[in-house]
């Protein structure tokens, strides 16, 4: 069953961006919002790291050392695969050239869920898709991760149609939620005015699958939810030109 705020359903529906039916972005402010969320996502495993050299200048007890150095090490693995989620996620990739591998989206979602309660189950192919359309894959699905905060499965596919590549992710889990706040996020239709960090991400979602042509669909499913989006195929001469 599709689930989609009437009030909003206008903003929801295929096809190009419609400008006047979405509010303006001041680009400054949706950086600084962006910024914090990658602060906040990454503050836990900095601060660990922080604890743990601590603990080694002050502890001379060997079992202690050991637990502190095991810890510095666990949390920096940590950082960094979250650091490297929000760049594909959120940066420009890094990489050179205008294509993404989806097998790269996919080791780097498997890194930043590694010590969490959800499991990744990938059935997309490692093809190569615009930088924008990874970008899109891996936004829908942390969107969808948040709807299972107890943990769960996250199922992440690309399927190609004569008209484009479809993008879906879903979730299930123990007690599933999408806050109406997150709908509206995802459509655009949220004012910036009341935009903040916890909604800038799906916010971010609706916005690159709008410069791809697109719009983000949701499905309420039996434990939890679906976002999918289906990004239209270019023209090979629009491309080259």
């Not at 602060?39 to 050991?66: F, K, Q, T, W, Y």
Request: aromatic share 4%; with cysteine; net charge negative.
């Amino acid at each position: 069953m599709l689930t989609v705020n009437p009030a909003v359903c206008q903003c929801m529906e295929p096809g190009p961006f419609r400008r006047k039916a979405v509010p303006a972005v001041n680009d400054i402010e949706l950086a600084s919002l962006i910024a914090s969320k990658v602060c906040h996502d990454v503050i836990n495993p900095v601060g660990a790291i922080s604890n743990g050299i601590e603990i080694l200048e002050s502890e001379s007890d060997s079992g202690m050392r050991e637990h502190a150095i095991a810890l510095i090490a666990n949390s920096a693995k940590q950082a960094a695969a979250k650091l490297k989620l929000c760049r594909l996620a959120y940066g420009s990739m890094g990489s050179a050239g205008d294509h993404f591998s989806l097998g790269e989206a996919r080791e780097a979602l498997e890194g930043y869920l590694r010590d969490s309660k959800t499991k990744l189950d990938w059935r997309a192919p490692a093809m190569i898709v615009p930088k924008d359309t990874a970008k899109l894959a891996l936004n829908l699905a942390m969107a969808t991760l948040e709807t299972i905060p107890r943990g769960g499965v996250l199922t992440v596919s690309a399927e190609e149609t004569a008209t484009g590549l479809v993008l879906t992710t879903s979730s299930e889990g123990p007690s599933p939620r999408l806050n109406d706040e997150v709908r509206t996020a995802l459509t655009g239709a949220m004012p910036f005015s009341e935009l903040n960090g916890r909604y800038v991400q799906p916010y971010l979602t609706g916005l690159i699958a709008r410069g791809l042509g697109c719009a983000v669909a949701l499905e309420e499913r039996a434990g939890g939810f679906a976002l999918s989006a289906e990004v239209p195929r270019r023209d090979p001469a629009a491309v080259a030109a």
